[in-house]
Nanobody, 115 residues
Framework: QVQLVESGGGLVQPGGSLRLSCVAS????????MAWYRQAPGKQRELVAN???????NYRDSVKGRFTISRDNSQNSVHLQMTSLKPEDTAVYYC?????????WGQGTQVTVSS
């Protein structure tokens, strides 16, 4: 059974930081390209950042310089370090793993940026 379990969300003030984590089980993690997506109320789910098997990364423009994605293949985990958070970063954040036709999602973790 494949599971992607996110943690680390919460309420933070503007300018604050959070670190999201996702631990995978039931897959050969090192084969998977991993990503973080987010979905705000009334909006479509959007890609935030992804990290490939060679550890190359991509970020959406609005988070460049503020967010950092990383992976630890020895722990089957992927992380998203978020700094200088803004109210517009408020969303449910989802972990995603892809390999060939396989496409798995976590249950999501809420991030709320508000004073």
């Amino acid at each position: 059974q494949v599971q992607l379990v996110e943690s680390g969300g919460g309420l933070v003030q503007p300018g604050g930081s959070l670190r999201l984590s996702c631990v995978a089980s039931g897959i050969i993690f090192r084969f998977y390209s991993m990503a973080w997506y987010r979905q705000a109320p009334g909006k479509q789910r959007e890609l935030v950042a992804n990290i490939n098997t060679d550890h190359s990364t991509n970020y959406r423009d609005s988070v460049k310089g503020r967010f950092t994605i990383s992976r630890d293949n020895s722990q089957n985990s992927v992380h998203l370090q978020m700094t200088s958070l803004k109210p517009e970063d408020t969303a449910v954040y989802y972990c995603n793993g892809k390999f060939a036709t396989a496409d798995y999602w976590g249950q999501g973790t809420q991030v709320t940026v508000s004073s």
